[in-house]
């Protein structure tokens, strides 16, 4: 069986540019969660959707951060402008209704110059 | 607001030691305590407790949780290389209203270096 599928699995861009990070989920998982992680403040939950809906957006650091599920098998995270501190590793997981357990995706390095 | 503490925040050993790592919690409506290992990727998933006092054991790893006193250990024995890592201790919530349910608060995790 596939995990979570993440793409891109690196990117660099320059400040001010926009950032589209993608990720699939397990099939038959109902929950969708995205990360970010650095070492300074470790790992941080940013938004998690329910059946396609945002639950709970209050971890999503500012204006400049937005994301979607648009149907069970795919979501988004846009940064829009990016900036320098939004370097980091940015984690998908999902996670099936009747369980805690997340299983994570490989991960999204973010570095932008 | 959940909490989720884990002591030590690094620990260095040497091959054939054995570690205890620490994870204390507060919870609203505690459902489960989960630990995670992560390398240089993505965490990867170790144990699951959601009962006090059962031990959940996987080859050289086991933990424990107490709901008492509100903590959970993870154990490693003979200590190897490769368990170099990041250790996540990780809580779930059941179902008591709000927006909290379905997700987790994590830790700040352990670091772990094995020495050869």
């Not at chain 1, 989920?25 to 396609?52: A, V």
């Not at chain 1, 648009?70 to 984690?91: C, G, H, M």
């Not at chain 2, 040497?14 to 459902?31: A, K, P």
Request: proline residues 5%; glycine residues 8%; hydrophobic residues 35%.
């Amino acid at each position: 069986d596939a995990g979570v599928i993440q793409s891109p699995r690196h990117e660099v861009t320059e400040m001010g540019q926009e950032v589209t990070l993608r990720c699939k989920p397990i099939s038959g998982h109902d929950y969708l969660f995205w990360y970010r992680q650095t070492m300074m403040r470790g790992l941080e939950l940013l938004i998690y959707f329910n059946n396609n809906v945002p639950i709970d957006d209050s971890g999503m650091p500012e204006d400049r951060f937005s994301a979607k599920m648009p149907n069970a098998s795919f979501s988004t995270l846009k940064i829009q402008p990016s900036e320098p501190r939004d370097s980091a590793v940015y984690f998908c997981a999902s996670s099936y209704s009747g369980t805690d357990t997340q299983y994570f995706g490989p991960g999204t390095r973010l570095t932008v110059l | 607001e959940d909490k989720v503490v884990q002591s030590p925040l690094s620990l260095v050993v040497h091959e054939g030691d054995t570690v205890t790592l620490n994870c204390s919690y507060e919870v609203t409506n505690f459902r489960s305590l989960l630990w995670y290992k992560q390398e240089k990727k993505a965490p990867t998933f170790l144990f699951m407790l959601t009962s006090s006092g059962i031990e959940k054991k996987s080859g050289r790893l086991s933990s424990i949780l107490d709901k008492k006193e509100l903590f959970s250990i993870l154990n490693i024995t003979a200590t190897q290389t490769g368990d170099s890592a990041i250790y996540l201790c990780a809580v779930g919530r059941g179902y008591a209203g709000g927006t909290s349910y379905g997700k987790l608060t994590f830790g700040q995790g352990t670091i772990l270096t094995v020495h050869p």
